[in-house]
């Protein structure tokens, strides 16, 4: 983590930084700086977890240093140092989000639990933050949820995939096989790190789906997902456990999750018919993975057209969309006909979306269907009533008994909008409604009560589709 430390003392400054080094403590990145300009021009390329600072400092003294702090977005956490004789003046300081103050002179037994406690506090909120990450990119995955119309930045994506190379293995049970247990991902996880992996696991009991993400310097070798997987990658294939296993991975851009996805599913669905192996891996000829797995070949046996027909069908559920069968099925055909090249079946699939759309067509939406009002009724009165409640597309799906995928249809063909989006809208008039009835609750307690746990995750929220601060909109509004 990192500290940074503002005192116009040289020799107390010093004395604070040496003392936290010696701790050991997590705060293993500090730069020091002697007043608050001097904290200013650092603070532009140095982002740090907790700013510790003395109060009464020339030119700029310490409250003027958190407001600006604040006011650029440079940090949101504070520990204050001060006398007895500024005690007020410390008291004062905690209505700017300040998390705790320290008295001159510094103990080492304080000062070390002061950061312990406030190192506890950014981890909590750190999983948190990462849980509501890795929520958006299972709805962006699975559900095609575009990032635009999510509260995720780029940013945010890199921190949690910072590496160059990246891998999906998609998990797929059968209606009498049980998804894998929590365990049993945190194990796989466990493994991957220490690879030197980056590894999460996040599930959907709608596709009966595990998806494993994983982000390295390569992609991983059938060794290390061995290692990884252990007897779910047996020798064997994995068709007669009710499990088939899919997987993707290269060099690659983060916005092309989504593409890796479906390039893991048709690899997935592939291996549920046609491979003899535990796990098959989609290989982009054009592209060299590095490690790459190569997909085994399959048996001697025709593979019948009506045998495409019905995998074909499966496919629907997953990819309502047209274009996104289109693609999924040139995907999961170019698999099949590589296999039939290898082993000389009889029957040459072609890949082209025209030659496949002729060989094996299939169901498409209506141009124009008639609204689907009672089933957006049903929806809108479900997050109405649970708005405070941690809602997502699986959790609303579950309650009102329909697909997350026909939701996330029936929002964008019906309402023009996506479901995330009209939650978001929902949850933002409630709290700007709070705000006006309630100008003296504290912006945490109005995030709360329309849902979000997460103060931080409600500030971001509220500043991109207002496009101001809540605390900007509450004086905006009070001034009316």
Wanted: aromatic share 8%; hydrophobic share 40%; net charge negative.
């Amino acid at each position: 983590m990192k500290l940074m430390v503002v005192d116009d003392e040289p020799i107390i400054l010093n004395g604070i930084i040496r003392m936290i080094e010696k701790a050991n403590t997590s705060f293993t990145e500090i730069v020091g700086a002697s007043d608050g300009i001097d904290a200013l021009h650092k603070l532009a390329t140095f982002q740090p977890d907790l700013i510790l600072t003395d109060i009464h400092m020339p030119e700029m003294d310490g409250l003027a240093l958190i407001k600006e702090v604040q006011a650029q977005h440079y940090g949101n956490r504070f520990v204050i140092i001060t006398g007895y004789d500024d005690f007020a003046y410390a008291r004062q300081a905690l209505r700017y989000q300040v998390v705790d103050y320290l008295l001159k002179p510094i103990n080492k037994v304080e000062l070390v639990g002061v950061l312990e406690k406030v190192e506890q506090t950014i981890r909590i909120e750190q999983r948190q933050m990462r849980e509501h990450d890795l929520l958006m990119l299972k709805e962006h995955l699975l559900y095609d949820m575009p990032y635009e119309d999510m509260p995720l930045k780029p940013e945010q994506l890199h921190m949690l995939l910072p590496h160059p190379f990246m891998s999906i293995l998609v998990f797929q049970s059968n209606e009498d096989t049980p998804l894998l247990t929590v365990e049993r991902m945190k194990q796989m996880c466990n493994v991957l790190s220490e690879m030197q992996f980056k590894a999460y696991t996040f599930q959907s009991r709608f596709f009966r789906q595990t998806v494993l993400i994983l982000n390295g310097m390569h992609v991983p070798s059938e060794a290390e997902l061995q290692l990884a997987c252990g007897d779910l990658v047996a020798s064997e294939n994995t068709q007669n456990s009710g499990l088939a296993i899919g997987g993707s991975g290269r060099f690659m851009d983060i916005d092309s999750l989504r593409e890796l996805y479906m390039e893991a599913v048709a690899a997935m669905l592939f291996n549920r018919h046609f491979a003899n192996c535990s796990i098959s891996v989609y290989r982009k000829d054009a592209e060299p993975m590095g490690h790459e797995l190569a997909i085994a070949q399959g048996s001697d046996r025709l593979i019948a057209l009506e045998h495409i027909e019905k995998e074909m069908h499966s496919l629907h559920l997953h990819f309502p969309d047209c274009d996104h069968k289109f693609r999924l099925r040139e995907l999961f055909l170019s698999l099949v006909n590589d296999r039939n090249q290898r082993v000389g079946t009889i029957l040459n699939v072609a890949t082209h979306s025209k030659t496949t759309g002729q060989l094996l067509p299939f169901e498409r939406r209506p141009e124009h269907s008639q609204p689907h009002t009672q089933a957006i009724d049903k929806i809108v009165s479900f997050v109405e009533q649970n708005y405070k409640l941690d809602l997502s597309l699986d959790v609303v799906a579950d309650h009102v008994q329909m697909h997350p995928n026909y939701i996330s249809m029936l929002f964008r063909k019906e309402m023009d909008l996506t479901f995330l989006h009209y939650l978001h809208t929902f949850r933002l008039a409630k709290a700007k409604q709070f705000m006006q009835d309630h100008p003296d609750w504290p912006i945490n307690t109005i995030a709360e009560l329309v849902g979000y746990e997460n103060p931080r995750h409600f500030f971001k929220v509220f500043k991109k589709f207002e496009n101001t601060t809540p605390g900007q909109y509450r004086l905006g509004s009070s001034s009316i």
